[in-house]
């Protein structure tokens, strides 16, 4: 089978490898929509992600939806056929972490895509089955695929607790900006201020129904929430842009009492802000790290047709293309490229 391999050179090629079998718990999925992520996009620039270093070859892709073709012997044969997405992350099931339900703290879990572990831009990957969920038939592989970047955007919403009449301020227009403003609508959040660097994906996230946009490298932020909410400042702020001054502003945007969802990564862990501002105001700050238990949530306000995360899709290509796909990626105004194994 072709698997598309990032060198420690960072070359991304195509392969030939065995197609794998299932052990006992596992399913052997013929991939059909992978999505390239941001994170996949860092490592094909620089190798490396924090102390995650591309010292070995590495398949990328970790948004991943396709067809069960075989099963392992403790696993149903009526999946066989069956579309499924794949929850990336599977934890080790032992430690106090995953005993407490809190899997995505899991400190020895397998995540696809982070090295050493092989992500799902292949032909063929093998996944523990109850990683594997079923999508309902309104459902597309498009759609499975990119439940994992839902995943997050569900995850910090329940972070933040968000409820029915809040609103919110998504700082960053990128994929996970704009399926947490997704979730915290399906929450029940009823006004969505969104910001960016970028006029087209303002425009997209305007299209996708934020309720104000707001370009921070010609306005400024605080005053602008300030106007929309008579000085109040938002519920909830949800940083999603990894950009040191939308830190600081995500501070200045919440109403005293209010949260704050930390879900951006900085370029180099560093984010300066003003704790006293924290105290003062009795602000509630959360981290956000991946998602747990949100697979079958996300499934299901899909089926319902309650979130759309299609539209976030600007270009596709065939994993022969992987590689222009990955350089595509890179633009600035790239949302999401999916990689579509259709027919090949
Ligand atoms: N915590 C987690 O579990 C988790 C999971 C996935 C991604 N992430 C992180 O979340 C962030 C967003 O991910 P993504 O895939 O959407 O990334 P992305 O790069 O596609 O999107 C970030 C967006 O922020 C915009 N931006 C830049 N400066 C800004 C500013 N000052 N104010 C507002 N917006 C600004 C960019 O133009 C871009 O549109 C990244 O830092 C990523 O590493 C975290
Ligand atoms: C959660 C996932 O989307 C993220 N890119 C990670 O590797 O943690």
Known sequence: MRVAVLSPDLELTLEERDRPTPAADEVVVRMRSIGICGSDVHYYEHGRIGDYVVDSPLVLGHESAGEVVAVGEDVDDARVGERVTLEPGVPCRRCEHCSRGEYNLCPDVTFMATPPDDG??????????????????????????????????IHVARRANVGVGDSVLV????????LAMEAVRAAGATEVVISDVVPEKLTLAEERGADLTVDVSEEDLVAAVDEATDGRGVDVVIEASGAPPAVQ??????????????????????????????????????????????????????????????????????????????????EPETVKGMIRLDGE
């Open 171 to 178: 700082t960053g227009c990128g994929p996970i900006g704009l």
């Open 120 to 153: 799902a831009f292949a032909e063929y990957v093998a996944w523990p089955a109850d990683f594997a969920y079923a999508l309902p038939d309104g459902v597309s592989l498009d759609e499975g695929a990119l439940v994992e970047p839902l995943s997050v955007g």
């Open 249 to 330: 502003s995500a501070f200045d945007a919440v109403r005293r009492g209010g949260s704050v969802v930390l879900v951006g990564l900085a370029p180099d862990g560093e984010m300066p802000f003003d704790t006293n501002e924290i105290i003062d105001n009795e602000l509630d700050v959360f981290g956000s790290f991946r998602y747990r238990n949100t697979y079958p949530a996300a499934i299901d306000l899909l089926a319902d047709g309650a979130v759309d995360v299609a539209g976030i899709v600007d270009f596709e290509a065939g994993l022969d293309d992987v590689d222009a796909a990955f350089r595509r990626a890179q």
